[in-house]
């Protein structure tokens, strides 16, 4: 009998993980580009588009925000602290691409700049994949934030 809710309680942990794994966010070599990017497409039915995210981007004080008819380009950036004091700023650039319907979502270029100094992630050497994790934990909330259009405070 404990046996069997050993296997069962396995086998629902297995799911979990696998089902987590399967919608995890994060950053791939793009061959083309020679950089890490996380890209995704949404389908929407919503008018403005463009606008509403060159709002969003402005309200989260992305940089160099520049719009075209069918694009939108602007810089980010998140910190991290290393060891509880150092803080590594973490820049990024947001591209994103419309078309009838959609749009094409794209997180990419990253650079990471500390009192040493600034170095691309592609540049990091051994210390490249410890940073993609990192990066990949920060996605899901980069995504969520850019993605949160129209959206109020209200006190």
């Known amino acids: 009998m404990k046996n069997i809710r050993t296997i069962k309680f396995l086998m629902t942990l297995n799911f979990v993980l696998f089902f987590i794994n399967s919608f995890a966010q994060s950053l791939t070599f793009n061959d083309a580009t020679s950089f890490y990017e996380y890209s995704k497409i949404k389908d929407t039915a919503t008018n403005g588009l463009i606008a509403n995210f060159k709002n969003r981007l402005e309200t989260l004080n992305y940089k160099s925000v520049l719009v075209t008819d069918s694009a939108i380009v602007g810089i980010g950036f998140t910190n991290h602290l290393v060891m509880g004091f150092a803080t590594v700023e973490i820049k990024y650039v947001v591209k994103l691409f ?58």
């Open 98 to 155: 419309f078309k009838q319907n959609r749009y094409k979502l794209t997180v990419t270029n990253f650079i990471l700049t500390d009192k040493n100094g600034s170095n691309p992630l592609e540049g990091l050497g051994s210390f490249k994949k410890k940073w993609i994790g990192i990066i990949d934990k920060k996605l899901p909330d980069i995504i969520k934030n850019i993605e949160t259009l129209n959206k109020t405070e209200t006190w």
